[in-house]
């Protein structure tokens, strides 16, 4: 499979007054060209940083502290002081970020923002075409076109994620990271949303989506792959199903059977119901970040950090691991 884009060793880390929290710490990860990778954790993992550091918009007090970034056939050191190539951002990988609905700028009409995000990269392009590119790209996408000369507060709270979701990629990324784009959004205009993503990959627009959610379920019907992270680590990837279905790390298990509940009243209480909380990424743990509340712990969990156990496409970072399928 084509790699769109792939980090090695990713290092991230919140450095303010003396303290450092390493919120992203050693990821490696690889999106193929065309899928949609999920990355799903509790609050706190580090699933927002990672966005971050992915569609390059980690800024002070963030710190990319060292990697490898491959993107689209080129590879760029990753670590601080480096700068990478400006054009990169927006335009090879763009974010679509939490909290998208009060992102859009409450004095300014769609088509006017929509000038703004191409103007950005584009400095020479008058509002006509801009206007004329906006309103084309809704029209692929079927949304009414009228929405260009409405403000953010006149849209409905689907439509205006949609909205936003068409401004993060009218420069068409190669990459789109859409960080939670639908935790606040009612069960249609989620899959609005997760359809509208879909269309945009179909029709090549983006090349590859990285998604990022809590919420397991959802993530199963849209990614084809999912990474789970734990304390600022990936501790298990593989195709969705089969990591859903037939977790092998004891935090996907603890989180599979905490979050398939269909009820969102008793989803939530449970994900607060798996027992213990995680680490302070100030000073984590030896070992396992999860053995201290990992109900399979041995006493090795919590002295030697455990490797990835399978393979490429199907891995878990556990000791219990090691037998079976080393
Ligand atoms: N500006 C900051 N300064 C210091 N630490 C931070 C900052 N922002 C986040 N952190 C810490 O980094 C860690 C990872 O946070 P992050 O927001 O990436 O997690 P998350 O998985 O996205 O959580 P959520 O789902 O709640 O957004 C947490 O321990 C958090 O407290």
Not at 67 to 82: F, K, M, R, S, T
Not at 83 to 112: D, I, M, S, Y
Not at 204 to 224: C, M, N, Q, W
Request: overall charge positive.
């Amino acid at each position: 499979m084509d790699t769109l884009l792939r980090v090695k060793n990713l290092c991230a880390a919140y450095a303010q007054g003396g303290q450092r929290v390493r919120a992203v710490d050693g990821v490696s990860l690889e999106l193929r060209r065309g899928e949609v990778l999920g990355i799903a954790g509790e609050s706190g993992c580090g699933k927002s940083t990672l966005a971050q550091v992915l569609a390059l918009l980690a800024r002070p007090p963030l710190w990319v502290e060292q990697g490898e970034l491959w993107l689209d056939g080129a590879v760029y050191p990753l670590g601080q002081g480096i700068h990478l190539p400006r054009e990169l951002r927006g335009r090879k990988v763009a974010l679509l970020p939490q909290g998208a609905l009060n992102a859009l700028n409450p004095t300014a009409r769609v088509r006017e923002i929509a000038l703004e995000v191409i103007r950005a990269h584009e400095p020479k392009t008058t509002p006509q075409e801009a206007y004329a590119r906006a309103r084309e790209r809704l029209e692929q996408l079927g949304l009414p076109s009228r929405v260009l000369e409405a403000y953010p507060h006149q849209l409905s709270g689907g439509m205006r994620q949609r909205v936003v979701t068409v401004i993060s990629t009218l420069l068409n990324p190669k990459v789109l990271v859409a960080d939670e784009p639908t935790s606040a959004l009612d069960v249609s205009s989620q899959k609005a949303v997760v359809r509208m993503l879909r269309k945009l990959l179909e029709q090549g627009v983006i090349e590859g989506v990285i998604f990022i959610a809590h919420d397991l379920p959802l993530l199963r019907s849209v990614a084809d792959r999912i990474a789970i992270m734990y304390a600022g680590k990936v501790v298990e990837l593989g195709p969705s199903e089969e990591l859903v279905e037939a977790p092998r790390h004891p935090y996907t298990q603890a989180l599979v059977g905490a979050v398939l509940v269909p009820e969102p009243y008793i989803r939530q209480k449970r994900v607060e119901g798996i027992e213990g909380t995680p680490p302070d990424l100030r000073s984590p743990p030896p070992g396992c970040r999860f053995a201290p509340r990992c109900k399979y712990a041995q006493p090795r969990c919590s002295e030697l950090e455990p490797p990835r156990f399978g393979g490429e496409e199907r891995f878990a970072a556990c000791w219990l691991l090691e037998e079976v399928l080393a």
